[in-house]
């Protein structure tokens, strides 16, 4: 029997583009979101090669009112617009299914849904078997003997479908799928602001469905006094028998649509498959083009420069040449002899709580590039002893600083080495690193998608024919591997998933290489991003020391504080409730104390900080939830929170420091976040009183002085502000000056703290809404201030326009080190987004240039206190501020280190100045 696949392009759009976006955002070449269309394709595809169907057609909503927004206006009145970021992908899968010769379907007055059931009705007629791919349950009632509704969905991470046809309906929900349609109209549903009946929900709109059948034949009994109905719901289905019938209007699928297409139409043909090759590698749809095996369609030019690196069509046995290696040194004149070192450390867990990182390299691939030969060294010896033969060797090795070492994610293994007791050197490219650099826009940079990216290949599907070597065995994918099923064939897959990974990292060198020089990234890379590697890896490795009892003091502070207050709260609303709970707090505080309520929704009122912090005069018990919240957050987050971090043997605790996560280059760091300790309340400040320096010790603190403002003024060139930093001006006083036009000695503290945040906002493009909140003044005052400011600094103004109709431009803006940001924002319909990709365009270049030249700081502090071999180390890095960790003997040389290295990190038109602590704690720093 003849097939057809009827698709409903919007839900399956939809679905696709949430359930990709949690994991990845994936991206065009030119910097367009298209995770919506490859998970679409996707989930089409995997449908296709299952019923290959002989007829499909695609169905799409269109804009604009239809014959239910007649009917209702309020009809889906309180759906959310499209996301932006799925709008772009509209068209992109339309023309992708125009190439493809898939008919597409939409009419103007008719939703996507009326189309699907007119023609699921028309292929019936035709004697064909109709599948509906929905995400949208709706389309139940279309089900019929000869109609079959299938739902995808996500389980375990990989697409899933399930079947609903007329039986599997009846046998779910104990009514024909007609009759769905009557449960809707006394259910309502609020997705698409159907009303129903006020009162009945679904379990009630079942029940009387199941019992009366219909709508229309539930009134009539209720109209002879036939039913069992009492009390409130009786009095509901009464007083609403139009809601009712309205709402089942609105949920009931047209299928009386008027199409001319004919069957022929809808007929699965050819694909054009060189534009579909085109489109998928600008979309870097690589694994769709390996897939279908397209790249053949590349230009032969093109074809014959990428051969060597072209793995397409290629089995993983095609591709690796492996050895096996009983143990490391048997490949150590090798490596001495090449002087470069690609490698890939494969890691298990390790329950050691004195270590680092509680991981230990459990075998190690080696590629040998000018032979083209993988070593693979299985059970790799791990025993952190240095009479042990292997990681003697790997010593000899990783500390030669005559070999060049090439890897992945190189500031894990820099620690996993030093846990061995091996201080590595000689660091000089990392895959990651070098993604992150040619675009900081992406979310992750597995190495499973830099394969996929550089080299066109899905290491996933190209590791599945490893569970196909015996014919008696039944195939095992690769989730069984990972799941430890089979040992042997595990220990066969990581063997050769772990040599794919190396054997990528030295065709990934090649290619990402190439594309820094291309963009003039390659001195950015060389000479910042990796010698910070060793820096950041450094830092984790040395940590910082926690006083642990003195942060157990101070979390029982707190906690007895929070009791205070919460006896207060308790006090001022007369009786005891959950304060955690924003539904008994919202009923506390809108209902029995009647102070000003945003609008209700189902799960009750608001209570959010902007809320309160709106209604805080109203009463005193805003303002003493609002030091609850504050408190309760200090000592969940960072007294609780830190505890567990403290490492049993150091007593210091070891965050991570990751140079690939912020889009402008910034370090952050996670595990914990110690960036994020706060600074604004004094009483989070007073943590900082328990990172202490160890024994004979002391905290130098140096911080850069208002840095990107420094760095504005080096940009935009603009008179004024270079003229504040040249003569050592107080910038916020100069500024309040010129644009209140009155003398700088005449300035008031609260007019230099106006000025201040305006000089702070203007390049994050604050709006007049924005300052007024900041400094209390009215929008329309903000605005004049804001406007009175760039008359007076007129070459930031200039930079501002300028800065943002480059990118508009190029797709992207520049640090002055050559870090560049891709700005695909710009290109929105979207009014917000594009304020978004404007305010992105003029902070980058700003702050990204205050991370390079703090990176910069860094790497020349580092080599100086490595070069005079001084004991004092660097623990922490906050944005602009760099904490030493110093012997007290070598404070002076510290300090000299620092003032020389950060003032002299770049030369620019103004003055780089810090400021400089000594103390005893990071507290006293500050």
Known sequence: MSKM??????????????GIMGSKMLMAKDGTYTNAVYGFLAIMFKVQEELNPEYMVVTFDLKGPTKRHEMYKEYKGTRKGMPDELAAQMPIIKKILKEMNICIIEKEGFEADDILGTLSVFGEEKDLDVIVLSGDRDTFQLATDKVTIRIPRTKMGKTEVEDFD?????????????????????????????????????????????????????????????????????????????????????????????????????????????????????????????????????????????????????????????????????????????????????????????????????????????????????????????????????????EDEQIEKYGYKLTEDYILLKQLNINPTNFVYDAEVASYD?????????????????????????????????????????????????????????????????????????????????????????????????????????????????????????????????????????????????????????????????????????????VLE?????????????????????????????????????????????????????????????????????????LRKVFKPKEGYVFVDADYSQIELRILAHISEDKNMIEAFENDEDIHKQAASKVLNIPIEEITSKERSKAKAVNFGIVYGISDFGLAGQIGVSRKEAKEYIEQYLEKYSGIKKFMEEIVEDAKEKGYVETLFNRRRYIPELKSTNYMVRQFGARASMNTPIQGTAADVMKIAMINVYKEMKDKKLKSKIVLQVHDELLIETLEEEKEDVKNILKKCMENAITLKVPLKIDMQTANNWYEAK
Not at 5 to 18: E, M, P, T, V
Not at 320 to 340: A, F, G, P, R, Y
Not at 624 to 637: D, F, G, H
Request: glycine residues 4%; aromatic residues 10%; contains cysteine.
């Open 5 to 18: 696949l009827l698709i409903d392009g919007n839900s399956i759009l939809n679905r696709a583009f949430y």
């Open 166 to 398: 007329k039986n599997k309906i009846e046998e779910t929900y104990e009514v024909n799928p007609k009759q769905l349609i009557e449960v809707k109209g006394l259910q309502g549903d609020s997705s698409d602001n159907i009303p129903g009946v006020p009162g009945v929900g679904e379990k009630t709109a079942f029940k009387l469905i199941k019992e009366y059948g219909s709508i229309e034949n539930l009134y009539n009994k209720l109209e002879n006094d036939e039913t069992d109905l009492k009390g409130k719901l009786k009095e509901n289905v009464e007083e609403n028998k139009e809601l009712a019938i309205l709402s089942k209007e609105l949920g009931t699928i047209d299928l009386n649509v008027p199409i001319e297409n004919s069957l022929e139409e809808f007929k699965v043909e050819e694909w054009n498959q060189k534009e579909i090759f085109k489109i998928f590698k600008e979309l870097n749809f690589n694994r769709y083009i390996d897939r279908f095996n397209l790249i053949q369609y590349s230009d032969p030019e093109d074809l014959e420069k990428n051969s060597e690196n072209n793995l397409v069509g290629k089995s993983i046995k095609d591709i690796l040449n492996i050895e096996e290696v009983l143990n490391i040194k048997d490949i150590l004149t090798i490596i001495q002899k090449q002087k470069k070192l690609f490698y890939y450390f494969n890691v298990e867990k390790y329950d050691n709580t004195e270590y680092i990182i509680q991981k230990q390299i459990r075998s190690i691939s080696i590629y040998n590039k000018e032979e083209n030969i993988i070593y693979y060294i299985k059970d790799f010896n791990i025993e952190a002893d240095e009479n042990c033969e292997d990681v003697k060797t790997l010593k000899e090795i990783f």
């Open 438 to 610: 040619i675009n900081p826009t992406k979310t992750k940079y597995k190495i499973e998608e830099l394969i996929n990216e550089y080299l066109e290949i899905d290491i996933n599907e190209l590791l599945q024919e490893i569970g196909e070597e015996k014919e008696e065995e039944s195939q095992i994918n690769i989730f069984d591997l990972d799941n430890g099923n089979n040992d042997g064939k595990k220990e066969e897959y990581s063997k050769y998933k772990n040599s794919m990974y190396v054997y990528a990292i030295s065709k990934v060198y090649d290619i990402t290489i190439e594309k820094l020089e291309s963009v003039g990234g390659i001195n950015l890379f060389n000479t910042i991003e990796m010698p910070m590697v060793e820096v950041l890896s450094e830092m984790q490795y040395n940590g910082i020391y926690v006083d642990k009892e003195e942060l157990e003091v101070f979390g029982d502070e707190l906690k007895s504080n929070i009791d205070e207050i919460t006896k207060q709260i308790y006090e001022l609303s007369e009786e005891e409730f959950n304060v955690n709970s924003p539904k008994q707090l919202g009923e506390i505080l809108f209902e029995k104390l009647n102070l000003t309520a945003q609008k209700k929704t189902k799960n009750g009122y608001s209570t959010d900080v902007d």
């Open 614 to 686: 709106k209604i805080k005069a109203e009463h005193p018990i805003v303002e003493k939830i609002l030091e609850y919240r504050t408190l309760a957050k200090l000592n969940s987050t960072y007294v609780e929170g830190l505890i567990p971090y403290i490492n049993s043997k150091t007593k210091r605790i070891h965050s991570y420091f990751h140079q690939t996560i912020t889009a402008t280059g910034r370090i952050s760091s996670t595990e914990p976040n110690l960036q994020n300790i706060p600074t604004r309340i004094e009483i989070g400040k007073k």
